[in-house]
């Protein structure tokens, strides 16, 4: 089963507006990564949060944690045609094993 | 720096064959993980190997299986396909155990016909 749940699915949006994914999870974390991928190549890492961390920059992603909704969001402002891929979220167990579960996914599609 | 390799890059395959992939990760990197991603069930985890141990184990039957090498190269095998194994096997390296992020191989794609 999954431990993190992406919404929603699928994110058609034009070029320049900004772009919104959450993630839902359902055990204890001690991390929760994003990552990116384009047309079924490998995954790209964008960026990781702690468990004691609520919110995180990277150029123009924000990435928010909150812990006791057990939920992420990812935000990309300024969205352009090139950040069109599929994007994951993956969260650990808080068992010390480091097993990392990938949700289901969000697809984007910028329009130019 | 050379990021993750993984050979090949697809394979065809006759259902009840076995297959071997290989991993070779990020100078460094000691913890090596396998997932599996088909459109219906998405990237599944099935084992993550640190300095040539199996430290965590997915909830695949046992025709599955792997290894780590002293350099931190992996494989992982297949034995007996079926048509259901066909997918894109990705293979991830990190520092530590994920602790830092993962950096993903571009994948084996592998058909069982």
């Known amino acids: 089963s999954q431990q993190g749940e992406e919404d929603p699915q699928a994110l058609s949006i034009q070029e320049g507006e900004n772009a919104t994914m959450n993630c839902s999870y359902k055990?204890?974390?001690?991390?929760l990564q994003w990552y990116r991928q384009n047309s079924g190549r490998g995954l790209v890492h964008l960026i990781l949060?702690?468990?004691?961390?609520r919110e995180k920059h990277s150029g123009r992603l924000r990435v928010t944690l909150d812990t006791s909704k057990k939920s992420s969001s990812l935000l990309i402002t300024a969205s352009r045609a090139a950040d069109t891929a599929s994007y994951f979220c993956a969260t650990d167990v808080l068992s010390g094993t480091y097993k990392y579960i990938f949700g289901t996914g969000t697809r984007l599609k910028v329009l130019a | 720096k050379a990021g993750v390799t993984q050979t090949p890059r697809y394979l065809i395959k006759t259902r009840g064959q076995q297959v071997t992939l290989s991993c070779s990760p990020i100078s460094g990197h000691r913890s090596v993980s396998w997932y599996q991603q088909t459109p219906g069930q998405g990237l599944q985890f099935l084992f993550e190997?640190?300095?040539?141990?199996?430290?965590n184990k997915g909830n695949f039957p046992g025709r599955f299986s792997g290894r780590q090498f002293s350099n931190s190269r992996s494989e992982m095998n297949v034995s007996t396909l079926e048509l259901g194994d066909s997918a894109l096997y990705l293979c991830a390296s990190s520092l530590r155990q994920g602790e830092y992020g993962y950096t993903f191989g571009s994948g084996t794609r592998l058909t069982v016909v």
């Open positions: 190997y640190f300095s040539e141990t199996q430290r």
């Open positions: 949060i702690r468990s004691n961390e």
């Open positions: 055990t204890s974390i001690n991390n």
